[in-house]
């Protein structure tokens, strides 16, 4: 699945450029760097390949999803509608800048279901975030329309979904933001770091501010000559990082083209089996193929499959019991947990949380089991994960 096991040379020689120079810093140092502006230059790169205006790189996903909900000025007493089905960092990032996580279903995308969308808006809502997970995409049309209809921002989550695409744009460049995750795991892999992607200048310059410390970036070569229009923190990326990001970025194309070729064997295998259901794919030319989702015929099939999947070697997500993914399990959340101490309205909204339920949920995500699609595996390899894959799950229906 992830870019990290496709390593090697490219890697070593861009890595090896900012040791020479010893700068490791993105910001300043002008002369010692040597002309050497990794983090510059991979801006530059995810701006081409994704056909955005603007690309900012932070330390994390994470962090560049709080630095997106800062410059689209999201804040305490907002509400940002996001998917019961998600990594836990995008309702950490909600909860960052003291607005309302307003979780609601999913459908048979694995992500936002439309329709629950439109039932959750409030006069307090103020930005839809659909969550690409595993690979592929949400309702974007029926999305970008509910946003429209409601005047209401769009920031995707495309954290899982670096270099899939719907109806050939880009998953990140579609709302008025979105965000790349360059985790050790994620598709392309900076070891730690990601980035927000627009076309919206005063949300990239606010971006640009914010992720390190307020600083401008208007006092040339000299730091200390930077204005601060306003609050930011330490959430840059370092040269060192950006540098494995670019020599990853080039190999992008490579790696989705190995894992739509592995993917295409892996579910033509699986779809041998009459019980199994796929995931629905808005566009399916768009899948960046990390994963096969499935849908089995019930809650204890799944958990048989994804034992007999374990049992045979493979990996398995069984979603409904893992406590990262999915609503059910996020008692830090369901409870309130925080060292410090929330706004009260915050305090107040998330309360409900302790007995809500997700019945639709919980009806699509108990029956679901994503399989990784790895970059590594040889020809031969594709071929006996596909059957052992076909054969374990059959042994549970
Ligand atoms: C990985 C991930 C993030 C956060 O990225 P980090 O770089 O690990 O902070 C956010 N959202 C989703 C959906 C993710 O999978």
Redesign the pocket.
């Known amino acids: 699945m992830p870019g990290f096991e496709l390593f090697g040379a490219e890697e070593r020689k861009e890595v090896n450029d900012v040791l020479e120079t010893g700068i490791y810093m993105r910001y300043g140092f002008d002369g010692p760097r040597k002309g050497i502006w990794k983090a510059k230059e991979l801006e530059q790169a995810l701006c081409e390949r994704f056909n955005v205006e603007y690309a900012q790189l932070t330390s ?6 709080t630095t997106a909900m800062a410059a689209l000025g999201l804040g305490a007493g907002d509400e940002v509608i996001m998917p019961t089905f ?2 836990v ?2 309702f950490e ?1 909600v909860l960052s800048v003291g607005a309302t996580p307003v979780l609601v279903d999913v459908d048979d995308t694995m992500t936002l279901d439309p329709a629950a969308v439109r039932a959750a808006i409030t006069p307090r809502t103020k930005c839809v975030m659909p ?3 595993c690979g592929s995409m949400a309702d974007m049309d029926a999305l970008m329309e509910i946003c429209k209809a409601h005047n209401l921002i769009l920031l995707e ?1 495309a ?2 979904s670096t270099g899939a695409t719907h109806k050939g744009r880009a998953l990140g460049s579609i709302g008025h933001a979105g ?1 790349f ?3 050790f ?2 598709t392309i892999t900076c070891a ?3 980035a927000i992607i627009t076309n919206d200048k005063d949300v990239y310059t606010k971006c640009d501010a914010y992720s390190d410390h307020g600083h401008d970036h208007l006092g040339g070569a000299d730091r200390g000559a930077d204005g601060h229009p306003h609050l930011g923190y330490n959430f840059r990326i370092s040269e060192l990082h950006a540098a494995v990001g670019l020599a990853q970025i080039r190999k992008l194309d490579r790696f989705l083209a190995i894992l739509r070729n592995n993917h295409e064997i892996v579910k033509a295998a699986l779809a041998t089996l009459p019980q199994v259901e796929f995931r629905r794919i808005p566009d399916p030319s768009g899948d960046s193929c990390t994963h096969l989702s499935f849908f089995l015929p019930d809650l204890e099939t799944a958990r048989n499959a994804a034992k007999a999947m374990k049992a045979a070697g493979l990996p398995a997500f069984h979603w409904f019991d893992n406590n990262w993914h999915y609503f059910r399990k996020w008692n830090h959340l369901q409870e309130g947990a925080t060292l410090t101490r929330f706004p009260e309205q915050l305090a107040k909204d998330l309360a409900a949380y302790q007995t809500k339920q997700f019945p639709a949920s919980d009806a699509i995500i108990g029956r679901c089991i994503s399989f990784p699609i790895s970059l590594a595996w040889t020809d031969a390899e594709v071929r006996e994960r596909a059957e052992k894959l076909t054969a374990a799950v059959k042994s549970a229906l």
């Open positions: 994390s996903g994470t962090t560049a999803l998600t990594f960092a995008s990032a969550v690409h997970m989550d954290c899982q965000t995750s360059f985790d795991v994620k730690e770091g990601g």
